[in-house]
């Protein structure tokens, strides 16, 4: 089992900057990918970015390219996402995902809210 708790969610101005943080725990060495979702009020969860572990390769959303980069430390069991010139459409409930190497457990965390006003 692996455990995900998210922080740094907050309210931000159009423009600014904030960095989610997602802490691991438990069964870390099983875990191959991780990822950042978010879902907006009214949408469905949607891929933000995400990070496999081995060669550290990264995907985004299109709308998000430029601007997001995500991270994870393994020697902390870690997982960043660095958010900077955010948009108001950026606003939404944000949720650590993590996939084990043999593709068969998932995992979420709680989520952490970012608010982005105009």
């Known amino acids: 089992q692996v455990q995900l708790v998210e922080s740094g969610g907050g309210l931000v101005q159009a423009g600014g900057s904030l960095r989610l943080s997602c802490a691991a725990s438990?069964?870390?060495?099983?875990?191959?990918?991780m990822a950042w979702y978010r879902q907006a009020p009214g949408k469905q969860r949607e891929l933000v970015a995400s990070?496999?572990?081995?060669?550290?390769?990264?995907n985004y959303a299109d709308s998000v390219k430029g601007r997001f980069t995500i991270s994870r430390v393994y020697s902390s069991n870690f997982a960043y996402l660095q958010m900077n010139s955010l948009k108001p459409e950026d606003t939404g409930f944000y949720y650590c995902?993590?996939?084990?190497?043999?593709?068969?457990?998932?995992?979420w965390g709680q989520g952490t809210q970012v608010t982005v006003s105009s």
């Open positions: 995902y993590a996939r084990s190497v043999d593709f068969l457990r998932s995992y």
């Open positions: 438990g069964s870390v060495f099983s875990i191959n990918m």
């Open positions: 990070i496999i572990t081995d060669g550290g390769s990264t």
